[in-house]
Every structure is written in structure tokens, then in C-alpha cells.
């Protein structure tokens, strides 16, 4: 178990700018969510993958987000025409597949985005 | 929908107990807890299911009333590694898997 991995660890660009980030969940867990979090509030949910599939997105998600896992795998969430308001820490988790009413979250250590 | 969770904050002299609750407004499925530290990941507590069922890990557990909708995690003797912020993570629907609504989070502070 080598532990949710997000990368980059930090992302700085300006307003207007495209970024795209990267999670490589845990490799037999095959739930795989975005969550955003802002200083001082808990993680928010963003959308969430069962294999290749995008089961849910939160109405709150505007259309410049999009979010791919092309082959079950890793993920990608790219934000179009960045704004202020993105600036915020930007968590990955997985789940394992079986036991899915019970089964715990694995963060990652997240990308912390700031818009300037 | 947002669980409330009380207090906001708290500080603890080592070897002191607190708790902490988280209240919903909706009826809940399940209840997540987890700690993070700053910088880091939130790192998984328990889950506990409707049912009414306490859990235990070491000197932290928990309690699930679903008529009150509510949660609380109890520290008992605790420990300078106890610092950190908990979130609970509510779930009103069964097999709905990680899609959680978190509360805003109880800062704990343990100081020697």
C-alpha cells in the first residue's frame, strides 16, 4: 500500500490560466474523489469515479472543472480560465471496492492551487 | 446540510479527555471521522453505521445516535499526537461509498 499520490504538490498560476492536476490512487481501490478544501473548513466534494465511470458531480462544480480517469486508473482534474476563488487545496481519495457502504477514505496530501 | 460540528476548538493539557460532536440536520446512513494535521492528509478514524453502535481504537471512540442524528467522538488520556483538526463525514444514503458531506472541523490542541 503506497499510499494516494497527487501531484503537484503546489500550483501557482495566473487568472485565466489552464491547470491540470494528477492522483494515482491506491492500486486495487477502484473509488476514486475529488474533494476541495479552503482554509479552515473541511473537505468539500467535488466528483467521484467508479473505474472509468464519473458517477456523481456536485451541482456546486462549474463547467470550467473537468475531471477524466481514462483507464481506471490515475485521474486528472483540469480547471478552465482559472479565477481567484479556485485557490484552494485540492484532495484526492480512493476507496477500496468491496465493503462500499463501510469503506474509509484514503487522502492524498493534496495540491494546494493559488490563483494570483 | 453542512453537519455542525461543536466546539470549534479546544485545548487539553496532556492526559485530559474531550469530545467532540457533530450534528446533522438529515438523517444519516453513517458517520466518517477523521484527523488531519496541518499540511497533511486527513487521515481515517472509523465509520460508524446506523445502528446506534459505539467503536473504540486505543483511547478514541465513538458514538452514532441516528434518532438525534448525531455523533460523538470521545479522547480519552490523550496525547500530544492528538493535535490536529477532526472532521466528521456524513453519509445519508447506504452504498453511496466516499461521497461525504464533512463538517467545518474541531481544532484540538494538546500541550505537555
Known amino acids: 500500500d503506497t499510499g494516494v499520490s497527487q501531484d503537484p504538490r503546489h500550483k501557482i498560476t495566473k487568472r485565466g490560466q489552464n491547470v491540470t492536476f494528477r492522483c494515482d490512487p491506491i492500486?486495487?481501490?477502484?473509488?476514486l474523489y475529488w474533494y476541495r478544501q479552503t482554509l479552515g473548513q473541511g473537505p468539500e466534494f467535488l466528483t467521484y469515479?467508479?473505474?472509468?465511470?464519473?458517477?456523481?458531480k456536485s451541482r456546486l462544480l462549474s463547467d470550467r472543472f473537468s475531471a477524466e480517469r481514462p483507464k481506471g486508473s490515475f485521474s486528472t482534474l483540469e480547471i478552465q480560465r482559472t479565477e481567484q476563488g479556485d485557490s484552494a487545496m485540492y484532495l484526492c481519495?480512493?476507496?477500496?471496492?468491496?465493503?462500499?457502504?463501510?469503506?474509509?477514505?484514503?487522502f492524498g496530501n493534496g495540491t494546494r492551487l493559488t490563483v494570483t | 446540510q453542512q453537519p455542525v460540528q461543536s466546539p470549534q476548538a479546544v485545548i487539553l493539557r496532556e492526559g485530559e479527555d474531550a469530545v467532540i460532536n457533530c450534528s446533522s440536520s438529515?438523517?444519516?446512513?453513517?458517520v466518517h471521522w477523521y484527523r488531519q494535521k496541518h499540511g497533511e492528509a486527513p487521515i481515517f478514524l472509523m465509520i460508524?453505521?446506523?445502528?446506534?453502535e459505539q467503536k473504540g481504537h486505543d483511547k478514541i471512540s465513538a458514538s452514532f445516535n441516528e434518532k438525534k442524528q448525531q455523533s460523538s467522538l470521545y479522547l480519552t488520556a490523550s496525547q500530544l499526537s492528538y493535535s490536529g483538526t477532526y472532521f466528521c463525514?456524513?453519509?445519508?444514503?447506504?452504498?453511496?461509498?466516499?461521497?461525504?458531506?464533512f463538517g467545518q472541523g474541531t481544532e484540538l490542541s494538546v500541550k505537555p
Open positions: 460508524l453505521l446506523k445502528g446506534g
Open positions: 463525514g456524513t453519509d445519508p444514503y447506504y452504498n453511496q461509498g466516499g461521497k461525504l458531506i
Open positions: 438529515k438523517a444519516l446512513y453513517s
Open positions: 481519495a480512493s476507496s477500496r471496492p468491496t465493503e462500499i457502504y463501510n469503506s474509509p477514505l484514503h
Open positions: 469515479f467508479q473505474n472509468e465511470a464519473q458517477l456523481e
Open positions: 492500486s486495487e481501490h477502484n473509488r
